[in-house]
């Protein structure tokens, strides 16, 4: 079945697809947890929160907790050391990014906190990144800190012995 | 067909623009206090419903992050629309009807306020012919008013009267964003926001959620002393192409009120989702409903529109009046799309 | 927090043929099953969910069905000013087109006024080819283009 075109167009190239662009503009409210987060990281703190039923710790913290369902009233300073539960090596560029590649990124349990914060690591060769490898976190000048994540540049061995992989179970 | 009712039902009181919290710290109390009001944990829950835009926080699955406020462990079974939260419960009551559950939770929400909820909504139409020029929300509704307007069937009088009620009605309601005592003359002397509409005619930009919990035969009977049974429900879609529709009726509200056995009558109110003052003469029009039934004694949309789980609140509202004896019988609406494209219509009845 | 979205979307024949008569300065519309011209044109039937296949030239001018006032939005046909959105029933065809009229306040508007499209210059098969309709003048003795 095919289509019968008016003559003042049948004889042209057809137009096969449109350019329909869409931009929105957002003012995003962090929430009371990010927020605290956020301030905190401007100050040097990493601030989780903990679930008063099962006394896991969360970092980012989002005023709740996955499990349970409950609000995540209490603050917890996490220190800036934790270990590497697993990592990848990026070697794909996209529109928009700030590193040379391969850069590495990975999932870092901080001390005291019971899931895995995503944070990139350097200093460190690429192919020498593992599981299990103590780092700690490298943070910008202080007269640079702000309320973002960025705050911490990136995170980078600290030398102590690796963690093994049995202690870390259920947290990667 | 099983006997499904709705047994609670929770809102957030509804603000201009939660600036404090995020969607899951809005969300938890009202969903913790929906399980509460029937004494139970997400234990017995057997599926849990959501409804929202991802659109409207500017996240793609937001909708994921806010399940956090019911606490998925052990892993529940969920789903979600990506639409009012009303269709969420519809979606519910069809799994309820095939017999495996007996209790579910549904859950609406939205936060307006971080974009321009106006112009957030032109990406749902037509994506070659309309979408490209951003007609928003207001001037979608106003195309509607003016044709109703035109067609001789409503006054400006006549949509001022439905502001007016809606306001005077929401005084009673401590949820609710706008109330007022204005009368039809105080509204008609205000200038025009954007010809035929003035900013009574139009919802009040709202950030809030809402929960329900269903339940079927026995179970409802033993969560709640007053079930809200759901006699009928049903909704229908027309043409997005809004040429192709006469904007004076809505031939999608008529429909499925037919399946939902509107025509049985003897009403004591109904809740309709109407964020614009034409479209809630026209959905009562639709539905058959004369001016002997009251209309949205909650305010309605007009009140409070957070978008997404205003429609939901509608059938949570009319519930929640029939389970407290203030009527028996009652039809509850939601609205989806411009210009009325996507109706539900659900009739619920207590025991009375 | 911005969303942007560059989005090319494929067209198919039929959308793609009312695209290209934009791009060539026509409009195009295609018979529905009963022989009603639907405009925008439809690739099936909103009724009898037939296959579409006769796409036809319409007039480039016609009657607004219904209209409503905007202040100023994210599409302007003139910028920094208001205008109206109207449906637009282009002669020759039966369902009317959304689009927007250049008008400089409400008191120009009325349902039933004869409008008629104002081209882009510059066109490449997008609906903004038209630049937006404007009124056909009431001490215009022009005879609307198209056929009726």
Redesign the interface.
């Given at each position: 079945?095919?289509?019968?075109?008016?003559?003042?167009?049948a004889d042209?190239?057809?137009?096969?697809?449109?350019?329909?662009?869409?931009?929105?503009?957002?003012?995003?409210?962090?929430?009371?947890?990010?927020s605290s987060f956020l301030r905190g990281l401007e100050q040097k703190k990493i601030i989780g929160q903990k679930c008063p039923q099962c006394g896991k710790v969360y970092v980012p913290p989002?005023?709740?907790?996955?499990?349970?369902?409950?609000?995540t009233v209490e603050e917890v300073e996490l220190p800036h050391t934790g270990t590497i539960t697993t990592f990848c090596v990026v070697n794909v560029s996209f529109y928009g990014q700030g590193m040379e590649i391969p850069y590495v990124s990975a999932l870092v349990l901080l001390d005291g906190s019971d899931i895995p914060l995503m944070h990139l690591m350097q200093e460190v060769p690429y192919d020498q990144v593992r599981s299990g490898m103590r780092v700690e976190a490298v943070w910008v000048p202080d007269d640079e800190l702000k309320p973002t994540l960025e705050s911490i540049k990136w995170f980078r061995p600290n030398g102590e012995p690796d963690m093994d992989s049995a202690s870390m179970r259920g947290n990667a | 067909m099983r006997d499904v009712a709705i047994v609670s039902f929770a809102q957030s009181k509804h603000v201009r623009a939660q600036t404090d919290s995020n969607e899951v710290e809005m969300l938890m109390p009202v969903v913790r206090e929906a399980l509460d009001n029937v004494g139970i944990g997400m234990d017995r829950v057997g599926f849990t419903c959501s409804g929202s835009t991802d659109y409207l926080s500017g996240q793609a699955f937001s909708f994921v992050m806010t399940l956090d406020s019911v606490g998925p462990w052990p892993p529940i079974s969920e789903s979600h629309v990506e639409m009012d939260g009303a269709w969420a419960l519809y979606e519910a009551w069809v799994k309820l009807q095939i017999g495996e559950i007996d209790v579910a939770l549904i859950y609406a929400y939205s936060k307006s306020s971080p974009g321009n909820v106006r112009e957030v909504l032109t990406r749902q139409l037509d994506p070659y012919f309309v979408a490209p020029l951003w007609p928003d929300t207001i001037a979608m509704a106003g195309l509607q008013t003016r044709a109703l307007l035109d067609s001789g069937t409503a006054t400006p009088a006549d949509l001022a009267a439905v502001a007016a009620t809606a306001r005077r009605n929401a005084l009673a309601n401590p949820y609710a964003l706008l109330t007022g005592d204005a009368s039809v003359e105080d509204l008609l002397a205000q200038p025009m926001l954007a010809d035929p509409m003035h900013v009574w005619d139009c919802p009040p930009i709202t950030d809030g959620c809402a929960a329900v919990v269903i339940a079927a035969d026995d179970v409802a009977r033993e969560l709640s002393k007053n079930p809200a049974w759901i006699r009928g429900i049903d909704h229908r879609i027309e043409s997005q192409a809004l040429g192709l529709r006469d904007l004076t009726t809505s031939v999608s509200t008529a429909t499925a009120g037919s399946k939902a056995g509107v025509s049985a009558g003897g009403f004591d109110f109904a809740e309709l989702h109407a964020p614009f003052t034409a479209q809630e003469l026209i959905a009562r029009n639709s539905l058959g409903l004369d001016a002997s039934v009251p209309i949205n004694p909650s305010g309605g949309a007009l009140s409070a529109n957070p978008v997404m789980a205003a429609g939901l609140i509608r059938l949570g509202e009319a519930a929640s009046r029939i389970s407290r004896g203030e009527g028996n019988r009652a039809i509850a609406t939601a609205t989806s799309g411009p210009c009325l494209q996507q109706n539900l219509v659900c009739v619920l009845e207590g025991s009375a | 927090m911005v969303i942007e979205y560059p989005f090319s979307r494929t067209t198919g024949p039929v959308i793609g043929a009312f695209l290209t008569g934009l791009r060539e300065g026509v409009v195009i519309g295609i018979k529905g099953s009963d022989g009603r011209v639907l405009m925008p044109p439809m690739e099936y039937d909103p009724v009898t969910s037939e296959s579409l296949t006769e796409m036809v030239e319409v007039g480039q001018a016609g009657e607004v069905t219904t209209w409503t006032w905007t202040d100023g939005q994210r599409y302007q046909p003139i910028e920094g000013r208001g205008f109206a959105w109207a449906l637009i029933k282009l002669d020759g065809t039966d369902t009317p087109m959304l689009h927007a009229v250049d008008v400089t306040s409400p008191d120009q508007m009325s349902t039933g006024m004869r409008v008629k499209i104002r081209w882009r210059a510059e066109r490449e098969g997008h609906i903004r080819d038209i630049e937006c309709f404007e009124p056909v003048g009431s001490g215009d003795k022009e005879q609307p283009e198209g056929e009726s």
């Amino acid at each position: 079945m095919s289509l019968v075109l008016p003559p003042s167009i049948a004889d042209v190239e057809q137009v096969k697809s449109v350019r329909t662009p869409a931009h929105l503009d957002y003012s995003y409210t962090p929430g009371k947890a990010m927020s605290s987060f956020l301030r905190g990281l401007e100050q040097k703190k990493i601030i989780g929160q903990k679930c008063p039923q099962c006394g896991k710790v969360y970092v980012p913290p989002r005023g709740a907790c996955p499990t349970d369902g409950v609000p995540t009233v209490e603050e917890v300073e996490l220190p800036h050391t934790g270990t590497i539960t697993t990592f990848c090596v990026v070697n794909v560029s996209f529109y928009g990014q700030g590193m040379e590649i391969p850069y590495v990124s990975a999932l870092v349990l901080l001390d005291g906190s019971d899931i895995p914060l995503m944070h990139l690591m350097q200093e460190v060769p690429y192919d020498q990144v593992r599981s299990g490898m103590r780092v700690e976190a490298v943070w910008v000048p202080d007269d640079e800190l702000k309320p973002t994540l960025e705050s911490i540049k990136w995170f980078r061995p600290n030398g102590e012995p690796d963690m093994d992989s049995a202690s870390m179970r259920g947290n990667a | 067909m099983r006997d499904v009712a709705i047994v609670s039902f929770a809102q957030s009181k509804h603000v201009r623009a939660q600036t404090d919290s995020n969607e899951v710290e809005m969300l938890m109390p009202v969903v913790r206090e929906a399980l509460d009001n029937v004494g139970i944990g997400m234990d017995r829950v057997g599926f849990t419903c959501s409804g929202s835009t991802d659109y409207l926080s500017g996240q793609a699955f937001s909708f994921v992050m806010t399940l956090d406020s019911v606490g998925p462990w052990p892993p529940i079974s969920e789903s979600h629309v990506e639409m009012d939260g009303a269709w969420a419960l519809y979606e519910a009551w069809v799994k309820l009807q095939i017999g495996e559950i007996d209790v579910a939770l549904i859950y609406a929400y939205s936060k307006s306020s971080p974009g321009n909820v106006r112009e957030v909504l032109t990406r749902q139409l037509d994506p070659y012919f309309v979408a490209p020029l951003w007609p928003d929300t207001i001037a979608m509704a106003g195309l509607q008013t003016r044709a109703l307007l035109d067609s001789g069937t409503a006054t400006p009088a006549d949509l001022a009267a439905v502001a007016a009620t809606a306001r005077r009605n929401a005084l009673a309601n401590p949820y609710a964003l706008l109330t007022g005592d204005a009368s039809v003359e105080d509204l008609l002397a205000q200038p025009m926001l954007a010809d035929p509409m003035h900013v009574w005619d139009c919802p009040p930009i709202t950030d809030g959620c809402a929960a329900v919990v269903i339940a079927a035969d026995d179970v409802a009977r033993e969560l709640s002393k007053n079930p809200a049974w759901i006699r009928g429900i049903d909704h229908r879609i027309e043409s997005q192409a809004l040429g192709l529709r006469d904007l004076t009726t809505s031939v999608s509200t008529a429909t499925a009120g037919s399946k939902a056995g509107v025509s049985a009558g003897g009403f004591d109110f109904a809740e309709l989702h109407a964020p614009f003052t034409a479209q809630e003469l026209i959905a009562r029009n639709s539905l058959g409903l004369d001016a002997s039934v009251p209309i949205n004694p909650s305010g309605g949309a007009l009140s409070a529109n957070p978008v997404m789980a205003a429609g939901l609140i509608r059938l949570g509202e009319a519930a929640s009046r029939i389970s407290r004896g203030e009527g028996n019988r009652a039809i509850a609406t939601a609205t989806s799309g411009p210009c009325l494209q996507q109706n539900l219509v659900c009739v619920l009845e207590g025991s009375a | 927090m911005v969303i942007e979205y560059p989005f090319s979307r494929t067209t198919g024949p039929v959308i793609g043929a009312f695209l290209t008569g934009l791009r060539e300065g026509v409009v195009i519309g295609i018979k529905g099953s009963d022989g009603r011209v639907l405009m925008p044109p439809m690739e099936y039937d909103p009724v009898t969910s037939e296959s579409l296949t006769e796409m036809v030239e319409v007039g480039q001018a016609g009657e607004v069905t219904t209209w409503t006032w905007t202040d100023g939005q994210r599409y302007q046909p003139i910028e920094g000013r208001g205008f109206a959105w109207a449906l637009i029933k282009l002669d020759g065809t039966d369902t009317p087109m959304l689009h927007a009229v250049d008008v400089t306040s409400p008191d120009q508007m009325s349902t039933g006024m004869r409008v008629k499209i104002r081209w882009r210059a510059e066109r490449e098969g997008h609906i903004r080819d038209i630049e937006c309709f404007e009124p056909v003048g009431s001490g215009d003795k022009e005879q609307p283009e198209g056929e009726s």
